[in-house]
Nanobody, 113 residues
């Protein structure tokens, strides 16, 4: 049974930082492309960052230079380090196995201005 469990969300002031974690079971994160998506109220879910099995990364333009996706193969966990958070980053953040379509339950990130 595949499980992707996100954690690390919360409320932070603008300019602050958070690190999201996605602990995976039933899949091996280093063998697939893992992604972080987000969905703000009233908006479509959008891709924020991804990391391939080979370690190549890709970012949404508006988060480049502020967010970093990484993984710990030993812990089978993917991370999203978010710095200089802005109000527009407020959303529910979801972890995703891009190729198999598995999703986590999401974690809320709220940035106060």
């Amino acid at each position: 049974q595949v499980q992707l469990v996100e954690s690390g969300g919360g409320v932070v002031q603008a300019g602050g930082s958070l690190r999201l974690s996605c602990a995976a079971s039933g899949i091996t994160v280093r063998l697939t492309t893992m992604s972080w998506y987000r969905q703000a109220p009233g908006k479509q879910r959008e891709l924020v960052a991804s990391i391939t099995g080979g370690g190549d990364t890709n970012y949404k333009n508006s988060v480049k230079g502020r967010f970093t996706i990484s993984r710990d193969n030993a812990k089978n966990t993917v991370y999203l380090q978010m710095n200089n958070l802005q109000y527009a980053d407020t959303a529910v953040y979801y972890c995703n196995d891009y190729w198999r379509g598995y999703w986590g339950q999401g974690t809320q990130v709220t940035v106060s201005s």
